[in-house]
């Protein structure tokens, strides 16, 4: 078990190439015990963006704090507070803020990053839902 305030995790800067003002705190994660899932909050500078890159896994967001746009291959998607996004796996992405405060938000990703050639969700038939 972990409870603890988001501010007494270490801030980390994001060394990637092709970042800018980008930081992360690892807020939950395997080295916490959790064996599925890691939560982690990006805080972006104005102007600041995450690397524009792709993988396998997906991405999971809610825009807690700032304004900004998902750089894609098919424009940029602007967002603001209270937003969520969905990434799925391959998708070219780079968060930018576009704002003038810090740009904050919540990334959910699996521990196990598989490379998964297809996602398959058995729900998607609208069969069931809650889950």
Not at 2 to 9: F, G, R, S
Not at 10 to 26: C, F, H
Not at 81 to 110: A, E, R, W
Request: hydrophobic share 35%.
């Amino acid at each position: 078990m972990k409870l603890t305030h988001y501010e007494n995790v270490t801030l980390e800067d994001i060394t990637m190439d092709g970042a800018k003002g980008a930081k992360i705190r690892w807020l939950i994660s395997q080295k916490d015990g959790a064996p599925n899932f890691s939560t982690r909050l990006f805080e972006v500078d104005p102007e600041g963006f995450t690397p524009y890159h792709s993988h396998s896994w997906e991405h999971e967001n809610f825009i807690i704090e700032g304004i900004g746009v998902l750089v894609t291959e098919d424009g940029d998607k602007p967002f603001k507070k209270g937003d969520v996004i969905y990434v799925p796996p391959f998708m070219k992405h780079s968060y930018k803020n576009t704002g003038n405060g810090t740009l904050k938000f919540l990334c959910m990703i699996p521990n196990e990053k598989k490379d998964v050639k297809k996602t398959v969700n058995p729900f998607a038939t609208g069969v069931a839902n809650n889950c």
